[in-house]
């Protein structure tokens, strides 16, 4: 790839356990701040449903995502991103999500 930006936050997500992955997904789904060609309501649907079978401190409480770091970095860095590119790092997350 020769887009840099678009290369690191996919090492970052290549990174992350699936956990982070949902959590960036839901992240992505829910901003409006991210111009993805997705819908984004069933996508959140999806992941929201998928996070709160693995994860029982999301299913159980009220999750604030600022105090995941990672998370924030990451969706700091999508929202500098074109469209173009934001939508590059969405396929590459959705993708890797499924694969699992």
Known sequence: M???????LI??????????KLRLAICMSDSSYTNI??????MYAIFDTMLKEIDKE???????????????????KIMEMTKEEQNQVALYLFNSISVI
């Open 58 to 76: 999301y299913r159980t409480t009220f999750i604030n995502f600022a105090k995941y770091h990672f998370i924030m970095f990451a969706m700091a």
């Open 37 to 42: 060609k997705y819908d984004k309501p069933e």
């Open 2 to 8: 020769e887009n840099e930006k678009v290369k690191y």
């Open 11 to 20: 090492d970052m997500i290549n990174d992350m356990d699936l956990t982070n």
